[in-house]
């Protein structure tokens, strides 16, 4: 029986920010924890609509969150009854954003969200771009950020559900927020990919999900040996984050 079932949306249109880095690090960290893990990949009219303990949405251009977004939309049900069965969801980017109210943009109409979030995003030509350091009740979120998304928590949401405070870089969710959580759901802007660099949040995710299987997730000296790697390189962002800063992508 497997212990843990992950399952990824539109690899092909939303994994350009090596969004299946994210997907690894789950299963990794899930095997290493004694647990079995399988992978799936459900891409554009796919049939299949398995049970998920974990599904990953990852990022891409506009013109693959337009493309994948009726698809999406055709799996509400599927989403709805994931949820009620404790899945988490992991968002990035544009994946996130699909799993908002409410996508404004620059070049035509407004993109219906899912509404799993209660925010709504504004696509701008203030582009976001460099190091990323947040505060969270997990510890430091550290990355990069590539993106003109502002996000902006809708009327009576609960503060509760920022999940970072920016202390470098700039963020997502203004004034100084980075990444929201709400019933399961984590919408994120920070890229790297994020897990890889996060072990702490990677390992949120999985108690989260192997909890509501009734079992339980435990790390040992395998997850610290890879830990090791993931704290040098998050050494390295924040020294960097408090000098270096970036108007766009550079080589």
Same mark, same amino acid.
């Given at each position: ?163 970072? &405070?920016? @202390? !470098?870089? #700039? *963020?997502?969710?203004?004034?100084? +927020? ?7 759901? =984590? /919408? ?19 108690? &989260?999900? @192997? !909890?509501? #299987? *009734?079992?339980?997730?435990?790390? +040992? ?7 090791? =790697? /993931? ?21």
């Amino acid at each position: 029986m497997t212990d843990l079932q992950i399952v990824q949306l539109y690899p092909d249109l939303l994994g350009v920010t090596g969004d299946r880095g994210n997907v690894d690090v789950l299963a990794t960290r899930a095997r290493l924890a004694g647990l079995d893990a399988a992978i799936t990949s459900i891409g554009m009219a796919d049939a299949a609509e398995p049970d998920a303990d974990v599904i990953v949405i990852g990022n891409g251009p506009l013109s693959a969150l337009r493309t994948v977004r009726d698809d999406l939309f055709g799996r509400r049900a599927w989403l709805s009854r994931q949820r009620e069965a404790g899945a988490v969801i992991f968002a990035v980017g544009a994946g996130a954003e699909l799993l908002a109210a409410n996508v404004r943009v620059l070049d035509g109409p407004d993109i219906e969200g899912l509404g799993l979030v209660p925010a709504t995003v504004a696509r701008t030509r203030d582009r976001r771009v460099g190091y990323i350091v947040a505060e969270t009740r997990d510890g430091r979120l550290v990355g990069f950020e590539d993106h003109a998304s502002v996000w902006t928590l809708q009327p009576g949401a609960d503060p509760a559900i920022r999940y970072g &405070t920016v @202390v !470098a870089g #700039r *963020g997502s969710l203004d004034p100084a +927020g980075e990444t929201v959580v709400v019933d399961g759901v =984590y /919408a994120t802007n920070v890229q790297g990919p994020a897990l890889p660099l996060n072990p702490q949040l990677a390992d949120a995710i999985l108690r &989260t999900a @192997v !909890a509501k #299987r *009734g079992g339980e997730y435990d790390t +040992g000296a395998a997850h610290a040996q890879i830990d090791d =790697y /993931a704290r040098h390189a998050r050494a390295e962002i924040e020294r960097r984050a408090a000098s270096k800063h970036f108007t766009a992508i550079q080589l």
